[in-house]
């Protein structure tokens, strides 16, 4: 089985509608990271946390919120999507030793 | 705001050759620097991490760091077609749990 998981793979939705996308770790790992990839743009940090009490904003949060359910549980909410949210979202953890291990993906596309 | 700059590509070395990929950082603070690979519709993979200056060699990859330089490379000797991915660079300042990355250059390897 993977060890960071993400659902749902794949989303289409509409304007304004709220979506959740989830991540579910195994690694054990207390540090967990929201991305957003867009074609030739990279790379870009959405939000992380390193426990359940310690949420912060990274990069590009507006528009975003998350919450962190335990240690292996990190989700992230579109409260009203729009169309430029439209990228592939990856959730990572990382370790002690400071290597991100990223999860399949999701890819959103908003209508 | 901290920068990571790479060439987009693509870069076409033929099967066998050494591919040199390169990137150069703004934060003259930065601490740890990482080289990622990502497939064509894959998530992101730590193949190389280097900390101090100078050469970090793991098999056929080689990566060399100089801080007074600001800058960062990749080396990939005896390149194969498996290697045609875009790499990204990723630099995290002292003290700091995030990463930055570049937007990725894309390398093809010729057979």
């Known amino acids: 089985d993977a060890d960071v998981t993400q659902t749902p793979r794949n989303r289409i939705t509409k304007t304004g509608k709220r979506i959740m996308l989830e991540c579910s770790q195994t690694?054990?790992?207390?540090?967990m990271y929201w991305y957003r990839q867009d074609p030739g743009l990279g790379l870009r940090l959405i939000y992380y946390s390193f426990d359940v009490k310690d949420i912060n904003k990274g990069e590009i949060s507006d528009g975003y919120s998350v919450s962190r359910q335990a240690q292996a549980k990190f989700s992230l909410s579109l409260e009203s999507a729009i169309p430029n949210q439209t990228a592939l979202y990856f959730c990572?953890?990382?370790?002690?030793?400071?290597?991100?291990?990223f999860g399949p993906g999701t890819r959103l596309l908003v209508l | 705001q901290k920068e990571v700059e790479q060439n987009s590509g693509p870069l076409s070395v033929p099967e066998g050759a050494i591919a040199s990929l390169n990137c150069t950082y703004s934060d003259r603070g930065s601490q740890s620097f990482f080289w990622y690979r990502q497939y064509s519709g894959k998530s992101p993979e730590l193949i190389m991490s280097?900390?101090?200056?100078g050469d970090k060699e793991d098999g056929r990859f080689t990566a060399q760091l100089n801080k007074a330089s600001q800058y960062v490379s990749l080396l990939i000797r005896d390149s194969q077609p498996s290697d045609s991915a875009t790499y990204l660079c990723?630099?995290?300042?002292?003290?700091?749990?995030?990463?930055?990355f570049g937007k990725g250059t894309k390398l093809s390897v010729i057979p």
């Open positions: 990723a630099v995290k300042g002292a003290g700091s749990y995030q990463l930055t």
């Open positions: 690694k054990g790992h207390d540090r």
């Open positions: 990572a953890t990382e370790g002690t030793e400071e290597t991100q291990y």
């Open positions: 280097i900390y101090s200056n």
